[in-house]
């Protein structure tokens, strides 16, 4: 993408409505734009890194044997009715009549739905396990969003639902998502921890938050520091393997990790002082296992192996994808601007080129811009007739991960400059070098 043709509207200005540094430089590089309270069109920029970030959660859920599928945003009320939801659900909800007068909504979660679909197709032990998600647009008209995409009414939420014959293969499929979702996290550069979790109005008794630690995140977690080494990394998981599956989320569990809703003062106390901490995290994802409470109320049945009728066992697991982009921004940025992971960066790496216009400059550009692209690399070329300094700035404050930096004094001694944005530090090399460099890097991502 050449930076001349893209659509990349930057503010100079520090925006005065941005309470937190996620939003000031999600707005700042031209990221979202609030079309309403808590509801954002995603510019170009923005909507790259939440394409990535979609990409790594399919990704994670279909090595987990998850299955895509698509729910539509508006629901009928009746089926909530079913539940006993649609009156509970209260003021979030946001509720529409159609030109019929019925009853719709704009869901804000999708456990009766997709247990209406299992019900119209689904009726033996023998269909089981099966896990279906979706990602898509929510809506929950929340007292006060804000904090940009963090808090917002319309969000985007990949929310997953398994159906199993009983509660051993349920708790599975809780497990499973657990560890799917920690290497989703750990693919997009965060370290999110798996905090017992008090169950909401979508009920259930065995649940747990991921928090990303941000001092500007709005949950009280109190924490063992010992869990935020823990990592999985390139370890192989086998998804079918109980036993392997349980004992990962066993690893990740089993230090003290809650939020203030079920922190418990006596245990907390037991850890010994240096490792004992108390801070703020964000919620970027939710796991439940709620048992027969939907299957039950709405006649979501299997039959067993020995021919009995029984109401299936579910849960229902989400990540705020959407809300993801601020908590990676929280966690990963400085005063120049964002520091985009790797894994979720909206181009891999940016060209700065010094000296527009120069006949040998532009063509050194030219060919690194090509030879990324032959590595399956698109690069985001700054080939705008602007000074160095404003190049850099943009640069900084978009956050791409690695900059390739290209001016005649260097051209002259066969040399471009790498640049990582994290450490600030350059590397001086041929052009050819400073692609291939860069290719290694992505080689592993
Ligand atoms: N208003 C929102 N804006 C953006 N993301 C959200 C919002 N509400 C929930 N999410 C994300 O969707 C995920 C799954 O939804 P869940 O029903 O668990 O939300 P929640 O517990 O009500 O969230 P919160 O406690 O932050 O209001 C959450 O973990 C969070 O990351
Ligand atoms: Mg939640």
Same mark, same amino acid.
């Given at each position: 993408?050449?930076?001349?043709?893209?659509?990349?509207?930057?503010?100079?200005?520090?925006?005065?409505?941005?309470?937190?540094?996620?939003?000031?430089?999600?707005?700042?590089?031209?990221?979202?734009?609030?079309?309403?309270?808590?509801?954002?069109?995603?510019?170009?920029?923005?909507?790259?890194?939440?394409?990535?970030?979609?990409?790594?959660?399919?990704?994670?859920?279909?090595?987990?044997?998850?299955?895509?599928?698509?729910?539509?945003?508006?629901?009928?009320?009746?089926?909530?009715?079913?539940?006993?939801?649609?009156?509970?659900?209260?003021?979030?909800?946001?509720?529409?009549?159609?030109?019929?007068?019925?009853?719709?909504?704009?869901?804000?979660?999708?456990?009766?739905?997709?247990t +209406?679909?299992f019900r119209?197709?689904?009726?033996?032990?023998?269909?089981?396990?099966?896990?279906?998600?979706?990602?898509?647009?929510?809506?929950?008209?929340?007292?006060?969003?804000?904090?940009?995409?963090?808090?917002?009414?319309?969000?985007?939420?990949?929310?997953?639902?398994?159906? +199993?014959?009983?509660?051993?293969?349920?708790?599975?499929?809780?497990?499973?998502?657990?560890?799917?979702?920690?290497?989703?996290?750990?693919?997009?550069?965060?370290?999110?921890?798996?905090?017992?979790?008090?169950?909401?109005?979508?009920?259930?008794?065995?649940?747990?938050?991921?928090?990303?630690?941000?001092?500007?995140?709005?949950?009280?977690?109190?924490?063992?520091?010992?869990?935020?080494?823990?990592?999985?990394?390139?370890?192989?998981?086998?998804?079918?393997?109980?036993?392997?599956?349980?004992?990962?989320?066993?690893?990740?569990?089993?230090?003290?990790?809650?939020?203030?809703?079920?922190?418990?003062?006596?245990?907390?106390?037991?850890?010994?002082?240096?490792?004992?901490?108390?801070?703020?995290?964000?919620?970027?994802?939710?796991?439940?296992?709620?048992?027969?409470?939907y299957s039950?109320?709405m006649g979501a049945t299997?039959?067993?192996?020995?021919?009995?009728?029984?109401p299936v066992?579910?849960?229902?697991?989400?990540?705020?994808?959407?809300?993801?982009?601020?908590?990676?921004?929280?966690?990963?940025?400085?005063?120049?601007?964002?520091?985009?992971?790797?894994?979720?960066?909206?181009?891999?790496?940016?060209?700065?080129?010094?000296?527009?216009?120069?006949?040998?400059?532009?063509?050194?550009?030219?060919?690194?811009?090509?030879?990324?692209?032959?590595?399956?690399?698109?690069?985001?070329?700054?080939?705008?007739?602007?000074?160095?300094?404003?190049?850099?700035?943009?640069?900084?404050?978009?956050?791409?991960?690695?900059?390739?930096?290209?001016?005649?004094?260097?051209?002259?001694?066969?040399?471009?400059?790498?640049?990582?944005?994290?450490?600030?530090?350059?590397?001086?090399?041929?052009?050819?070098?400073?692609?291939?460099?860069?290719?290694?890097?992505?080689?592993?991502?």
């Amino acid at each position: 993408m050449r930076l001349s043709r893209y659509f990349l509207p930057v503010l100079k200005e520090n925006p005065a409505e941005a309470q937190i540094v996620s939003h000031r430089y999600m707005l700042r590089a031209g990221m979202i734009k609030q079309q309403a309270a808590g509801i954002y069109s995603w510019l170009p920029l923005g909507y790259r890194v939440l394409r990535r970030i979609e990409q790594i959660v399919h990704e994670e859920q279909q090595r987990a044997g998850h299955i895509p599928l698509l729910m539509p945003t508006l629901q009928p009320a009746d089926l909530w009715r079913e539940s006993g939801r649609y009156d509970d659900y209260g003021q979030e909800m946001l509720r529409i009549k159609d030109r019929h007068d019925r009853d719709m909504l704009y869901g804000p979660t999708n456990e009766e739905m997709i247990t +209406d679909i299992f019900r119209a197709h689904v009726g033996s032990y023998k269909d089981l396990p099966l896990t279906l998600y979706h990602i898509q647009w929510k809506f929950r008209d929340e007292v006060r969003p804000r904090f940009g995409v963090m808090r917002g009414r319309e969000f985007l939420m990949k929310d997953g639902y398994n159906f +199993d014959v009983d509660r051993d293969a349920a708790l599975h499929a809780y497990n499973r998502h657990m560890v799917s979702y920690l290497r989703s996290y750990e693919r997009m550069g965060l370290t999110a921890i798996p905090m017992r979790a008090a169950s909401g109005p979508i009920g259930g008794d065995n649940t747990h938050e991921f928090l990303v630690l941000a001092n500007t995140g709005e949950s009280e977690v109190f924490y063992d520091d010992r869990v935020t080494a823990l990592k999985l990394g390139a370890r192989d998981i086998d998804y079918d393997d109980r036993g392997q599956v349980a004992a990962v989320c066993e690893e990740f569990t089993t230090l003290y990790a809650r939020t203030d809703e079920t922190h418990d003062a006596a245990l907390f106390d037991q850890i010994p002082e240096e490792h004992r901490k108390v801070g703020r995290g964000i919620e970027v994802g939710q796991i439940f296992y709620f048992g027969t409470k939907y299957s039950e109320s709405m006649g979501a049945t299997v039959v067993t192996a020995d021919g009995s009728r029984v109401p299936v066992e579910m849960g229902s697991h989400g990540i705020g994808v959407s809300r993801l982009l601020g908590a990676i921004i929280e966690a990963s940025h400085d005063d120049k601007g964002i520091i985009w992971p790797e894994g979720v960066t909206p181009f891999p790496v940016g060209i700065v080129n010094l000296k527009q216009g120069d006949g040998s400059t532009d063509l050194a550009c030219e060919g690194i811009y090509k030879g990324l692209a032959a590595k399956g690399l698109e690069a985001l070329y700054d080939d705008r007739d602007e000074r160095a300094g404003a190049k850099f700035a943009t640069m900084d404050l978009i956050g791409l991960p690695w900059r390739i930096t290209v001016g005649p004094r260097g051209l002259a001694a066969g040399k471009v400059e790498l640049t990582c944005r994290r450490t600030g530090t350059s590397e001086e090399m041929s052009p050819e070098a400073a692609v291939a460099r860069v290719a290694s890097i992505y080689a592993g991502v």
